[in-house]
């Protein structure tokens, strides 16, 4: 795989897609359901945490003109979070499960669409390969220690920094 930071988050976009058009399949079973959805926070918490402890940061830095579409990110965020909380310690028996999960998946493609549209195109011809590289070398790195649970306290401590700061 590509170290490339913007490559690295395209593949987790997609993989979280491919998991959304599963769920939203009408011959998906409710306890298949409840599985995807309970990877797609994994995945989401793990993809928000190396998205705000490195790809924000770094290029609200080096990229000042992206300043107001990672400020947007980070409220996007912050919502997802809350609904991947609340989902978290829900089941499937859970009378707005499937709606709140439906929530969330409309603001997940809302923002992926804005990051790739928008502005990874900006990021990338700001800082070139090299620096894209580095920066993805040191997000897959992380991967390997970022909380995969919404609940975990250096998740919701993240999560609250990147609210407040």
């Known amino acids: 795989m590509s170290t490339d930071a913007i490559t690295v988050l395209k593949a987790d976009h997609k993989d979280v897609a491919r998991l959304f058009a599963e ?6 079973t ?12 994994e995945l989401l918490t793990v993809h928000t945490y190396i998205e705000n402890e490195i790809l924000y940061p ?4 080096r990229v000042p003109d992206l300043e107001q ?5 980070y409220e996007e965020h912050h919502v997802v ?34 990051e790739e549209g928008e502005w990874f195109p900006k990021l990338r011809d700001a800082l070139g390969r090299s620096q894209l590289s580095e920066m993805g070398a040191r997000m897959l790195e992380l991967k390997k220690t970022a909380p995969t649970g919404p609940s ?3 998740a919701l401590k993240k999560a609250i920094d990147a609210v407040m700061s």
């Open 23 to 28: 769920f939203e399949k009408k011959a998906t």
């Open 30 to 41: 409710p306890a298949r359901k409840e599985q995807i959805v309970r990877k797609v926070i």
């Open 58 to 61: 770094e290029a609200r830095e």
């Open 69 to 73: 579409h990672i400020l947007e990110s």
């Open 81 to 114: 979070d809350l609904l991947a909380t609340e989902l978290d310690a829900m089941t499937r028996e859970d009378e707005r499960f499937e709606a709140k999960f439906t929530v969330l998946i409309e603001n997940v493609r809302h923002h992926v669409k804005e």
């Open 152 to 154: 975990q306290p250096s």
